[in-house]
């Protein structure tokens, strides 16, 4: 009862009280393998990483055969940097269960923050098995595997996840319009005007139209497994998203000419993951970025940490502007003030394949264990080549991340 007890309270995001929930259900049952494997995972989303591992080490001793026990530990491995010890973990979870959907998931994920891309695609798949990740769609239509009949044909693409996601991956609508054809996206509302500017050859579509009709129906982020594609054939070719040139006019006359204009993103949501969410760095970080001369700081950030603007160092100025992409269209206005500075600096999120995919000058701060799309070590992206990654030496240590761009604005501003 106190493990379910546990469960639950994570399920509701409350990671200290599942623990000390975990932590009485094993002083009343010290060999109950699945309330230690409970536990590390609590452990692992409150960021006590160490301890984390120990507990999944505890329980997989207790329980050699448990699948779960041993894509648990795989997971916290990853957030160590350890990929070939994580697909250890999580080989072995699939000999012991073969259709294991997270296991392969989990897989994925190494694999393609490895480079693997050819075996991580194919993991990949296994996302649509987890109903939380395929939100239980239906299609009445075939599932599009294959470019061979593709010509003449009406496919329905539909977003996955996140706006960076489809961010990333809108650079294959093109690819599959150039086969001949017809595309119906159904895609975040929000989203819309944003992609409409340039490319006229999509028709924007909901999944709850009656009349909609077409021959093939793919997930977003399955088209990079139908295209085969690898880190030599990456379509990179940007820019494949444009500003709306009247918002650029206006936002180049609003910001007035002046100073090296950097603009600046420091937080995502901070619902994106349950607990410890690495990939926001703090505000004061750029601290002696915005001293340096001549620079100008604009905040791009918008909901959560937009608040961390009003707690500035002394002598620290960002320029802030309140109807920034105020209306119900995401992401409008930010495209076109980054049309008009001269770098873009963030962290790891939409804002940062908003600026790869217009193919404007981009930093990115990227913590200790980077999302598999940034891959392991490299400072570029083979997918956005105008960005430029720096990356933490030690986790959850932005020190030494912004001491290299500062570094690294200065020689630029020489």
């Not at 648990?72 to 072995?92: H, I, Y």
């Not at 940034?374 to 986790?395: E, N, V």
């Amino acid at each position: 009862a106190w493990d379910n007890r546990g469960s639950l309270l994570s399920d509701a995001g409350r990671f200290d009280d599942a623990l000390a929930s975990y932590d009485r259900a094993i002083a009343i049952k010290p060999d109950h393998a699945d309330a230690w494997s409970n536990r590390g995972t609590a452990l692992q989303y409150l960021y006590r990483l160490e301890e984390a591992l120990a507990s999944h080490d505890t329980a997989i001793a207790l329980k050699p055969d448990s699948p779960e026990g041993h894509c648990n530990r795989g997971s916290v491995l990853n957030c160590f940097n350890r990929p070939a010890d994580a697909l250890l973990s999580f080989n072995r979870a699939i000999a012991l269960k073969p259709d294991f959907a997270q296991a392969y998931f989990n897989r994925a994920i190494t694999e393609l923050s490895t480079g693997d891309l050819e075996s991580g695609w194919r993991d990949f798949e296994w996302r649509r098995k987890i109903a939380e990740m395929s939100g239980n769609r239906v299609f009445p239509r075939p599932l599009l595997t294959s470019l061979a009949d593709i010509q003449g044909k009406t496919i329905l693409i539909h977003y996955e996840h996140g706006f960076g996601d489809t961010l990333q991956f809108y650079r294959y609508l093109e690819l599959i319009h150039q086969r001949g054809a017809r595309l119906l996206f159904h895609v975040q509302k929000k989203l819309q005007r944003l992609l409409t500017p340039r490319d006229d050859f999509i028709t924007f579509v909901e999944l709850d139209d009656p009349s909609l009709s077409y021959d093939y129906h793919v997930p977003m982020m399955s088209l990079p497994l139908i295209f085969g594609t690898t880190l030599a054939t990456i379509p990179a070719k940007v820019p494949y998203l444009a500003a709306d040139e009247t918002l650029v006019e206006k936002w180049r006359a609003r910001l007035g000419g002046g100073g090296f204009e950097i603009g600046i993103c420091w937080s995502g949501s901070l619902t994106h993951i349950k607990g410890h969410n690495g990939r926001i760095f703090p505000l004061s970080s750029l601290e002696k970025l915005a001293r340096l001369p001549g620079v100008r700081l604009v905040s791009l950030q918008k909901g959560d940490g937009e608040s961390d603007l009003k707690a500035l160092s002394p002598g620290m100025t960002v320029e802030s502007f309140d109807d920034l992409d105020a209306g119900p269209d995401a992401f409008v206005d930010t495209a076109a003030v980054m049309k008009c500075v001269d770098l873009v600096i963030t962290n790891d999120t939409s804002v940062s394949h908003l600026a790869g995919a217009l193919g404007v000058r981009g930093w990115v701060a990227l913590q200790f264990a980077a999302d598999w799309r940034w891959l392991r070590t490299r400072a570029d992206s083979p997918w956005y080549p105008t960005l430029r990654l720096f990356r933490q030496k030690i986790d959850d240590d932005w020190s030494h991340v912004f001491q290299d761009m500062e570094i690294s604005l200065s020689r630029l501003l020489s």
